[in-house]
């Protein structure tokens, strides 16, 4: 039986390990730091497998997922880079790409490694929170190298059908991680600007669903979005130039009084919002 | 039987017609402009009665409640004043409270006033969207006058529960503004200046629950939110000020490299969220 190899039982590796039981003739084995998590996950079926040893694990895996924080992958990279399978398959599921693509070029020619990151998760962390259905109706994104083989590629389109992503969607790790520092960083930036608000705490009892949408997620996984923010500062930085730009200017309009001139631009920014027209979740309550 | 006229079938006041159908001893009477919304209120039972004749319709109605844009509601105060019947209520939906309650100045001492916002919605306009369920689980804010007769505020009470609102908060319009322009109108600012950023268009198979969440409501209603805007400009533009400036703080952590006061930055505004503990609605998709 091939083995599928989960390094790191959080909420995205738990929620991997359970989505992918059954995937194919694969076994799917989970590794986790504490004895705790691979206590848990034996219990509650999160694999069909869990161990504390890593090392063994990776040397009979096919495909290893990564599903550390960031500045764990490439150190697990660097330390496990003569561990890994000749022929196997290395991947991981961080919201960073460029920085993870380089360090894969510490891989022996003979190990392949593609970029992943599925647009999934919720704002809480642990295994305790992982559940199989997470993936269902996501993208998942692969940044493939440009001699990764085609049927590695194909193998990470199954395992996406699989668990259910809604496409899959193939890029290059600089336009990743300048398009994810848009839809996604700048996003939790956002959501804990405005939780810093005095006002936070008085508003209770008046809040709608803008209000919870916009802040869901602000109460984020600390060490992995520090990670994830500083390793694209660049993108990052460059997208609330623009935003704050559009906030002042939204601003401006609303100061001067000039009602027309805000139907006007509200106008223009709705359009916009219609002609992209995303399929949203039902965020009535 | 007495009666609950409904002035406005668009999407709050249709999903109203719908969600007070029933209600202890009232017919519903829902007051279209167009006899295609009439019709269509109807054909698909949209409250117990339509009709285009607001003046009569206001001459019998024990409870009227107007569900129209926020300078609708000011005129319409002023030119039916004499139509309200002694001793009935006179009540609103809409977003913004101080306008409304200075409108109200205008009725005669024997009919009473008071200012409703109930926290639900959705990102579309009109009758055709409107649902029952749509205040189930949200707050209903009331601005009551000092004089407000208590068999109304208890009737608006009985009216909140049973169309399923989780609570009702009573406040003072100055209060509600205030919260408001944080809790709601900056949420709308938020999500029409993240569309207006030239990426909007190539994000599209890179975008996970956060930006859904934060950008659903973009797509907005113009000339409502247009008025929401201007009659809170002060209170709005207060907000923003404090919103821009912690945004500004976040980006120059991040520009500085200086990972650890980023992440010390982080767990405050993390801490803070969770410390809220807002109930969320479920968003992986």
Same mark, same amino acid.
């Given at each position: 039986?091939?083995?599928?190899?989960?390094?790191?039982?959080?909420?995205?590796g738990?929620?991997?390990?359970?989505?992918?039981?059954?995937?194919?003739?694969?076994?799917?084995i989970?590794?986790?730091?504490?004895q705790a998590?691979?206590?848990y996950?034996?219990?509650?079926?999160?694999?069909?497998?869990?161990?504390?040893?890593v090392?063994?694990?990776?040397?009979?895996?096919?495909?290893?997922?990564l599903?550390?924080n960031?500045v764990?992958?490439?150190?697990?990279?660097?330390?496990?880079?003569?561990d890994?399978?000749p022929?196997?398959? $290395?991947?991981d599921?961080?919201?960073?790409?460029?920085?993870?693509?380089?360090?894969?070029?510490?891989?022996?020619?003979?190990?392949?490694?593609?970029?992943?990151?599925?647009?999934?998760?919720?704002?809480f962390?642990?295994?305790?929170?992982a559940?199989a259905?997470?993936?269902?109706?996501?993208?998942?994104?692969?940044?493939?190298r440009e001699d990764?083989?085609?049927?590695?590629?194909a193998?990470?389109?199954?395992?996406?059908?699989?668990?259910?992503c809604?496409?899959?969607v193939?890029t290059?790790?600089?336009?990743?991680d300048?398009?994810?520092?848009?839809t996604?960083?700048?996003?939790?930036?956002?959501?804990?600007?405005?939780?810093?608000?005095p006002?936070l705490?008085?508003c209770?009892?008046?809040?709608?669903?803008?209000?919870?949408?916009?802040?869901?997620?602000?109460?984020l996984? $600390?060490p992995?979005?520090?990670?994830?923010?500083?390793?694209?500062?660049?993108?990052?930085?460059?997208?609330l130039?623009?935003?704050?730009d559009?906030?002042?200017?939204?601003?401006?309009?609303i100061?001067?009084?000039?009602?027309?001139?805000?139907?006007?631009?509200?106008?223009?920014?709705?359009?916009?919002?219609?002609?992209?027209?995303l399929?949203?979740?039902?965020?009535?309550?």
């Amino acid at each position: 039986m091939k083995k599928i190899v989960i390094v790191g039982l959080g909420l995205i590796g738990g929620s991997l390990a359970l989505a992918l039981k059954g995937f194919e003739d694969f076994q799917v084995i989970g590794v986790a730091r504490r004895q705790a998590t691979v206590d848990y996950a034996l219990e509650h079926g999160v694999g069909d497998e869990a161990t504390l040893d890593v090392t063994a694990a990776v040397r009979q895996a096919d495909v290893t997922v990564l599903c550390i924080n960031p500045v764990d992958i490439v150190t697990f990279l660097a330390e496990h880079r003569n561990d890994f399978k000749p022929g196997s398959l $290395v991947t991981d599921v961080c919201g960073i790409k460029s920085a993870i693509m380089a360090a894969a070029q510490a891989l022996p020619p003979e190990v392949d490694f593609i970029g992943c990151h599925p647009m999934a998760g919720t704002e809480f962390s642990g295994i305790e929170h992982a559940f199989a259905e997470m993936f269902r109706g996501s993208h998942l994104i692969l940044t493939p190298r440009e001699d990764s083989w085609e049927p590695h590629v194909a193998l990470m389109e199954r395992m996406a059908a699989y668990i259910g992503c809604q496409d899959v969607v193939k890029t290059t790790p600089q336009e990743h991680d300048a398009i994810l520092a848009y839809t996604s960083q700048m996003m939790h930036i956002i959501a804990v600007s405005v939780c810093d608000d005095p006002m936070l705490f008085t508003c209770k009892g008046f809040e709608g669903s803008s209000f919870r949408g916009c802040t869901r997620v602000a109460a984020l996984d $600390v060490p992995l979005w520090t990670q994830l923010f500083s390793l694209n500062a660049p993108a990052l930085t460059a997208c609330l130039d623009v935003f704050i730009d559009n906030l002042k200017d939204y601003r401006k309009v609303i100061a001067s009084g000039d009602g027309e001139k805000l139907a006007e631009k509200l106008t223009w920014s709705a359009n916009r919002k219609r002609q992209m027209d995303l399929p949203g979740p039902d965020l009535l309550h």
